[in-house]
């Protein structure tokens, strides 16, 4: 129960990164993830003491960390720069069908187990309804965009890749995850200062970015850290589709749209896959 609360957190703060990323929308895309992650590095700070040393992991630690958090955001925005963004965004939420049928492999421990599989399907077809219905997809399908395609698979392999070997490296605290977010944010400045044009940024850009930087690429991580840490991964991996839920709906809330049938029907089909996932447990628990 504590790993799901966790988990939740986390997807209610990621889910504020599509509203604040419209708002942003005039920043280069790797300047905002830079700028964001190296203010979510502060996160760690009270977590560790205020020593930086707290932040201290092992070479591999470090890479698999760091790498997870670069390497989920360089192939996300490459994904968005050569296809549609709805579809590139839609591929991109794979990864927690990823981590739903890859725990067992990265986890020896965990059984295979086809509720998991029945609960994912039914999330990411709920995934697809959302990102997709009428109020959201504003792009059509357009051809000759596989290699985007391909950009937004890697991403999502990545991102579930990295969720599920938390548990397979040695034992480091929480607080090292303000490194990862450091690091990681250098390598995406340095992507900004290669390939994107210098920009100025107003005193209400600043606000926003800290507050991007504070909650999805700050927070969220830490708090998504810790409930791979303590929870099965299965079952957040599920919960995960809420993600693109809420964000769908905080987007037709901002923007003032009318609540769809199809948003509806996504809603239903997401929370069903999170009850069925979790019946098990509850019938076990009686």
Known sequence: MRSDILALLAILLWS????????????????????????????????SGFRVHGWRVPFVTLAV??????????????????????????????????????????????????????????????????ILSPSTATMGHSPGFQIGYAYALGSAFVWASFSLLVKRLPRYPTAAVGGFCAVAGGLALICHAWFEPAVSLSMRDWLLLATLGLGPLGSAFFLWDAALKCGDPRRIGVLAFLT?????????????????????????????????????????AQ
């Open 65 to 130: 960390g760091a790498g997870g958090l670069f390497g989920f955001h360089f192939l996300l925005f490459m994904a968005l720069r050569h296809a549609p963004p709805v579809q590139a965004n839609l591929v991109n939420y794979l990864w927690p069908l990823g981590m739903v049928l890859m725990a067992p492999l990265y986890q020896p421990g965990l059984r295979f187990e086809w509720r998991h599989v029945q609960a994912g399907v039914l999330g990411f077809a709920g995934a697809a309804i959302a």
């Open 244 to 284: 693109p839920l809420v964000s769908t709906l905080l987007l037709v809330w901002t923007h003032h749209q009318t609540l769809t049938i199809p948003l509806v029907l996504a809603t239903m089909m997401i929370v069903g896959a999170i009850f069925w996932v979790s019946l098990p447990f509850r019938r076990a």
């Open 16 to 47: 504020g990164l599509a509203p604040l990323g419209v708002a942003l929308h005039h920043v280069p895309p790797f300047l905002l993830t830079g700028a964001g992650l190296l203010v979510g590095s502060m996160v760690a700070l009270p977590l």
